[in-house]
Every structure is written in C-alpha cells, then in structure tokens.
C-alpha cells in the first residue's frame, strides 16, 4: 500500500526497540539460550548410551537451537526490521515483531488520537484502540516525527486529538 500521492516523503517509518516489559531481557534470555545451547551439545557429545537416549538429545538440541533463533528474531533486526510503526496519509501500521501480526488503522476511520508523553492511543470510529508504546521508539527525535506526523494528519482528516501531560 503505497501512498497516492507518490510522494516518500508522505510516508514515516520509525523502528522500535524490544519491549522493555519483558520479564527477562534480551541478555539474560541469550545467555539462558546459550547455555541451553552448551549443555545439549555436552550430552550428545558425552554420553555413549544406546537405550534411545541420544534421540532425546537431539530433540533437545533442536529445541535449544529453535530457541535460539527466535530469541534473535524477535528482539535484533539482523533480518531487517521487525518491529516498527508506519505513518502514511492513508493508514498507520503497527508491528511489533516477527511473530506478531500487524495493526492497521486507516486514517479516515480515526475517530480521536490521545496523545501522552510516551505513548499514543489510535480510536477508531467503531471504538477500537490501538496502542502506540513510545518508549520503544530508539530517538526522541523519532518520537517527536511521530507526534507531528499525528497533528499534520489531525488536522487534515479532522479527527480529535487529545493531549494529556
């Protein structure tokens, strides 16, 4: 979907970092994998028995390795960009990682945007809302693209926008 008008420029695509809100970070989560990752290899690589053990370790091998590559899929962009916001003149998209599907809010059906220091809630005029967390947006300068991307279309498409603090 790309802007009518045909202009880049028209269009904003700010990249979020992982979610702070993890109850394990990005590390500690890579470190946990990684001795996953060790200690499956130790048990395929020491122990020599044949009672249908060593499958068993293959699966866990497997896991570990599954694992691995989600744990740097869904929080590093060395696959390109995973999780961002898109900003056009006809549709806001939000996703937030590989595995996550996207929302997609179309400018005119926006009813009001509320506006606070860190974060933007997107209300539809059927009532549905979509959460932009911005303290996942890396620069602050992003964040202020963003507020401003928001008030230009505000006041172009005549939709509410609240703000608070």
């Known amino acids: 979907m790309a802007p009518t008008n045909g202009s880049a420029r028209s269009s904003l695509i700010v990249q979020l970092s992982p979610s702070r809100k993890l109850k394990l970070s ?4 890579l470190v946990l994998t990684l001795f996953w990752l060790a200690w499956a290899t130790m048990l395929l690589l020491t122990e020599d028995s044949g009672d249908g053990q060593k499958f068993l370790h293959y699966v866990f091998f497997a896991l570990a390795f599954m694992f691995l590559v989600y744990v740097i899929l869904q929080n590093t962009s060395i696959f390109g960009v995973q999780s961002y916001i898109e900003i056009t003149s006809e549709y806001i998209v939000v ?3 590989v ?3 996207k929302r997609i809010a179309a400018i005119p059906d926006i009813a009001a945007v509320k506006v606070s220091p860190l974060a933007l809630c997107i209300i539809d005029r059927s009532r549905d809302k979509i959460y932009l967390d911005l303290k996942q947006v890396r620069k602050k300068r992003d964040i202020q693209k963003v507020k401003e991307k928001m008030q230009e279309l505000a006041a172009r498409f005549n939709f509410l926008m609240e703000t608070a603090g």
């Not at 990005?26 to 989560?29: A, I």
């Open 95 to 97: 996703k937030r990682g």
């Open 26 to 29: 990005f590390t500690v989560q």
């Open 99 to 101: 595995f996550r599907s």
